[in-house]
């Protein structure tokens, strides 16, 4: 196992907003204090969506942009203590509700075993 993982705490607060990307990493987040709104779509719409895949992201706005009204999308407010597994390859968005802290615990490899 070693340093299979990567920690990264988010400091953030309304209404700082991280545009849809992916991630060629499992992503486990942690909601520490505070709200966030997360978005998950399946990768497949990558190409609908817009999304660079060199960068791995895009920067229209998911929730208001007529064109993706019928993109398949689970939405979630995280709370504190709330804990969020993105898969890797997963297209998510985050917006930050209010001020809060959360933990992104992001594999290295890029395949788990």
């Keep these: 196992m070693g340093n299979d993982f990567e920690p990264i705490v988010r400091v953030s607060r309304d209404p700082i907003q991280y545009g849809a990307h992916y991630d060629e990493t499992h992503n486990h987040l942690l909601q520490l204090f505070g709200r966030k709104r997360v978005v998950l779509i399946p ?57 809060n802290v959360a933990l992104n615990q992001f594999t290295t490899r890029k395949k788990m075993d």
């Design 43 to 99: 990768h497949e719409y990558v190409d609908h969506l817009r999304i660079d895949r060199e960068t791995r992201h895009t920067w229209i706005n998911i929730l208001e942009d007529p064109a993706l009204f019928n993109v398949p999308a689970l939405q979630v407010i995280l709370n504190p203590g709330d804990a969020l597994y993105i898969p890797a390859w997963m297209i998510h968005y985050t917006e930050a509700l209010e001020l």
